[in-house]
Nanobody, 115 residues
Framework: QVQLVESGGGLVQPGGSLRLSCAAS????????MGWYRQAPGKQRELVAT???????NYADSVKGRFTISREGAKNTVYLQMNSLKPEDTAVYYC?????????WGQGTQVTVSS
């Protein structure tokens, strides 16, 4: 049974920071390609950041320089450090694991950036 459980979302003021966590079970975050995606109201889900099994990272242009994806094998967890948050970062953030043709999603965590 594969589970991806996100946590760490919440309400933050513009310019603030949050760290999201994605705890995985049933797959290894060190072997699978892991990613963070987000979906704002009325918009399609979009890629935020990914990290490959080899450690290569990829970011959406809108978050480059502000967000950092990382993983911790011992805890089988993927993180998304989000700094300098903007109102347009408001969305539900989802964790995704992918390998071969298998894809798994977490249930999402809400991030709201507002004063």
């Amino acid at each position: 049974q594969v589970q991806l459980v996100e946590s760490g979302g919440g309400l933050v003021q513009p310019g603030g920071s949050l760290r999201l966590s994605c705890a995985a079970s049933g797959i290894s975050v060190s072997i699978w390609t892991m990613g963070w995606y987000r979906q704002a109201p009325g918009k399609q889900r979009e890629l935020v950041a990914t990290i490959s099994s080899g450690g290569t990272t990829n970011y959406a242009d809108s978050v480059k320089g502000r967000f950092t994806i990382s993983r911790e094998g011992a805890k089988n967890t993927v993180y998304l450090q989000m700094n300098s948050l903007k109102p347009e970062d408001t969305a539900v953030y989802y964790c995704k694991g992918a390998r071969d043709r298998r894809i798994y999603w977490g249930q999402g965590t809400q991030v709201t950036v507002s004063s």
